[in-house]
């Protein structure tokens, strides 16, 4: 069965700080991951998705993640904080190799302090 | 283009009433799922529809549940007898195809039962 855990439900840092948020997840099969953000009383969008290609996957607003497949992890990291990224972020992992129901974590909120 | 919509973005209902929501995948996209977000619970897989193929139920938590999508497009969400647990955020999801796409997400219905 494929999981995923983000070991942090709550980040603070400050604007201009790098920002880390960490995901392991768990998969019988080379998984396909992704990061969702979700701002206060708006839909997911997607951040970034990592589908086997490059381990190494950049996406919107300047997020990044690496595909660690020896640590089973997904961490998302953005260089320097802006008091926008304040959301709740969410490691998702596709439930089967067809990529049908994604698995979502339980998020972490990402505050940013000025 | 236009996103994924649903209807209504809020419905208070009493308990034991039925309700029904929306909602309008990006046209084109043949795969549409159904979500429940609750606090305590994370996001939650609750249907998915891919073409004309049998929907996958396995998520639905009770037979109070139920989903249909007309012509391959809109698809509702049914609840019977609504309880107070109901009470979440339903959020539906469309993909282009089979295989790994990401899923675009609507933003929402919340669903309050009194």
């Known amino acids: 069965a494929q999981s995923v855990t983000q070991l942090d439900s709550h980040v603070s840092v400050s604007e201009g700080t790098p920002v880390l948020l960490r995901c392991n997840y768990s998969s019988s099969y080379s998984p396909s991951l992704f990061w969702y953000v979700q701002h206060p009383n708006k839909g997911l969008q997607l951040l970034l998705k990592?589908?086997?290609?490059?381990?190494l996957v950049k996406g919107i607003n300047g997020f990044e993640a690496e595909f660690k497949k020896s640590e089973t992890s997904f961490h998302l990291t953005k260089p320097s904080a802006h008091m926008s990224d304040a959301a709740e972020y969410f490691c998702?992992?596709?439930?089967?190799?067809?990529?049908?129901?994604?698995?979502f974590g339980k998020g972490t909120t990402l505050s940013v302090s000025s | 283009g236009a996103g994924v919509s649903q209807s209504p973005s809020n419905k208070v209902t009493e308990k034991g009433k039925d309700v029904e929501l929306r909602c309008d995948p990006i046209?084109?996209?043949?795969?549409l799922y159904w979500y429940r977000q609750s606090l305590g619970q994370g996001l939650e897989f609750l249907i998915y529809?891919?073409?004309?193929?049998?929907?996958?139920k396995s998520g639905l938590p009770s037979d109070r549940f139920s989903a249909e999508r007309t012509g391959g497009s809109v698809s509702t969400l049914t609840i019977q007898r609504t309880q107070q647990e109901d009470s979440a955020v339903y959020l539906c999801?469309?993909?282009?195809?089979?295989?790994?796409?990401?899923?675009?997400f609507g933003p929402g219905t919340r669903l309050t039962v009194t």
């Open positions: 998702v992992v596709s439930a089967s190799q067809a990529g049908t129901a994604l698995i």
């Open positions: 990592y589908t086997s290609a490059a381990t």
């Open positions: 999801a469309s993909r282009r195809g089979q295989g790994i796409y990401e899923q675009y």
């Open positions: 046209s084109g996209h043949t795969a």
């Open positions: 529809f891919q073409g004309n193929s049998a929907p996958d």
